[in-house]
């Protein structure tokens, strides 16, 4: 089968979408079919694949790091016709490629709603911001123009027959890359910051913008900070927001306590999952949280903020815990797990067994099945999932 993936965020971009999009494509193809990729092009970016197609882009200049596609493509719209299943990652110009390929050639078009878009509105200014109930209207009419929608969780669904989604809705969080994790390690992250072997680590992994809540994080950290003297927080991610919150840990502080690290390949994650003590999570917009799950493989237990698709991955006190967002609370859950190895390191066990039982693997495998229902919907005789 041709599966064509349409995502406006893609190689050599680093985050949360372009990690599932780069498992989905490895893993159907590994099954036997033929994945298509449509992606907005990067300036003195090339990779040089046949099977990805890209569309010129333009940087947008409200949201750092994104950039908006324009969507013609010639040798693209020459091969849409021959899709077997479109499936779109957002809602953007690329993403609109997909819908108006599905809509004009009569192909099963699944949608994966990744981001909770009526936080995300915040990024434009005023005059141009339209209303969460705009934002929710046009979420609604994208998704039943769908033949299914992939929610990457319970609470995701919940809001989407909210708005009033009738299409199907399938829960599926994508998993982790359980062959990333079989490997042995290859960098030391206490060493690369010149901190002791038994130095205790929190760790955070995610974009460095406002709606992934790091100033909480940075807050309730310096509560705890005084009581373990040995602690250190370590954010690995960019975003425009970085300059604000280096300048707020200086103001607290912690100048020599927390490390901001930037960007890193996505293989290379693994060590410092696999080596902190604690994850730290303090998003409130998440749809699923995938670099929770990605920590949790590597042992490594979350601390995180009882918030929307958070809720699915992290069993309260077998594998991490949920804390309402409160600093104080926060930091005490923090306290309480630094303080009882023992507890930390049963929960880790257990958190590593659960992420990799949800593997990106058992995700592709439910996905394909969404993918032939679909199709046998359309036509039973043009079904094949032989590989």
């Known amino acids: 089968m041709r599966i064509g993936i349409f995502t406006d965020t893609y190689v050599p971009d680093t985050n949360g979408v372009v990690t599932v999009v780069r498992l989905m494509e490895r893993e159907l193809r590994r099954a036997g079919h033929e994945v ?14 046949p099977e990805v197609f890209r569309f010129r882009s333009v940087r947008f200049i409200l949201y750092k790091g994104m950039r908006l596609a324009i969507p013609y493509n010639r040798r693209a719209f020459s091969i849409l016709r021959t899709l077997g299943v479109v499936h779109s990652q957002d809602p953007f110009s690329v993403g609109l490629v997909g819908f108006g390929a599905s809509f004009r050639y009569g192909i099963p078009h699944v949608h994966t709603y990744h981001a909770h878009y009526v936080e995300y509105r915040k990024y434009l200014p005023p005059p141009l911001r339209p209303s969460r109930r705009a934002v929710e209207r046009l979420s609604r009419v994208l998704c039943n123009r769908c033949d299914a929608v992939i929610s990457p969780s319970t609470a995701t669904k919940e809001e989407l027959l909210r708005y009033g989604v009738r299409v199907p809705i399938h829960v599926l969080p994508f998993g982790v890359d359980a062959e990333l994790y079989r490997r042995p390690g290859g ?45 250190h927080l370590v954010l690995i991610g960019d975003g425009p927001h970085r300059p ?7 103001s607290l502080a912690l100048g ?37 799950a990605e920590a949790m493989a590597g042992g490594t237990p979350p601390v995180a903020v ?10 309260p006190g077998e ?18 797990l630094l303080a009882d190895p023992g507890r930390r390191r049963e929960m880790g066990r257990r958190a590593r067994e659960w992420a990799l039982a949800h593997s990106a693997q058992a995700s592709a495998a439910r996905l394909l099945e969404i993918y032939a229902s679909l199709l046998r919907e359309r036509s039973p005789s043009r079904v094949s999932f032989q590989a």
């Open 36 to 49: 298509l990729v449509f992606a907005p092009a990067h300036p003195g970016f090339r990779d040089g694949r």
């Open 187 to 231: 960098w030391d992250l206490r060493g690369a910051l010149g901190l002791p072997p038994d130095a205790e680590v929190l760790l955070y992994v995610g974009r460095l913008g406002w709606e992934k809540n790091v100033e909480f994080l940075l807050r309730s950290f310096r509560l705890l900070a005084d009581q373990r003297p040995g602690v």
């Open 244 to 250: 604000a919150l280096e300048g707020l840990a200086r």
């Open 256 to 292: 020599d306590r927390v490390h901001f690290l930037g960007q890193m390949p996505w293989e290379r994650l693994v060590d410092p999952y696999r080596q902190a003590t604690l994850f730290v999570f303090a998003s409130k917009t998440e749809t699923q949280g995938l670099v929770v």
């Open 306 to 315: 009882d918030a929307l698709g958070v809720r699915d991955l992290v069993i």
């Open 319 to 336: 594998t991490g815990l949920l804390v309402e967002e409160d600093e104080g609370a926060f930091a005490e859950a923090c306290l309480e």
